[in-house]
């Protein structure tokens, strides 16, 4: 499984008057750091999308650490912390490149449902992916 970090080089757009980024791009980072993850290990959102499987957000969390600035490069490691088939949670890191400071850590967990928002089990519907998450997990 690949697990290499998401690299983020921080938009003047993400700042806010003082040039720190705004707490809710954070949020934004999390979501880009997963696609990246699961599109760099072949099952990305566009491919469990036309699998007719979607994964909406339960919930997300954050906690701020210090301070990202603008033209700051920032690695985002992203880990499945628990997986039952049915739901994930999954853990983010966000460190300075330069320094390795931590400058934000967060969670988000999802769920599978079908085209018409039923939920399903990825065990039953997509062993592919199912066995993918399995590798992928902190706690097997």
């Given at each position: 499984?690949?697990?290499?970090?998401?690299?983020?080089?921080?938009?003047?757009?993400?700042?806010?008057?003082?040039?720190?980024?705004?707490?809710?791009?954070?949020?934004?980072?999390?979501?880009?750091?997963?696609?990246?993850m699961?599109?760099?290990?072949?099952?990305?959102?566009?491919?469990?999308?036309?699998?007719?499987?979607?994964?909406?957000?339960?919930?997300?969390?954050?906690?701020?650490?210090?301070?990202?600035h603008?033209?700051?490069?920032?690695?985002?490691?992203?880990?499945?912390?628990?997986?039952?088939?049915?739901?994930?949670?999954?853990?983010?890191?966000?460190?300075?490149?330069?320094?390795?400071e931590?400058?934000?850590?967060?969670?988000?967990?999802?769920?599978?449902?079908?085209?018409?928002?039923?939920?399903?089990?990825?065990?039953?519907?997509?062993?592919?992916?199912?066995?993918?998450?399995?590798?992928?997990?902190?706690?097997?």
């Amino acid at each position: 499984m690949i697990n290499k970090p998401y690299r983020h080089l921080v938009q003047y757009y993400e700042t806010d008057q003082m040039g720190i980024v705004h707490h809710s791009n954070y949020i934004r980072w999390f979501e880009e750091a997963r696609s990246y993850m699961l599109e760099a290990n072949g099952f990305g959102y566009k491919k469990m999308e036309e699998c007719g499987i979607i994964s909406p957000v339960l919930s997300v969390q954050a906690q701020y650490k210090s301070m990202t600035h603008y033209y700051d490069t920032v690695l985002i490691e992203v880990n499945i912390i628990k997986y039952n088939g049915i739901k994930i949670t999954i853990e983010y890191t966000v460190k300075d490149e330069k320094t390795g400071e931590i400058r934000c850590t967060g969670e988000s967990q999802h769920c599978f449902l079908d085209s018409n928002g039923h939920p399903i089990s990825i065990k039953r519907e997509l062993p592919e992916l199912n066995q993918m998450f399995i590798e992928m997990t902190d706690n097997k």
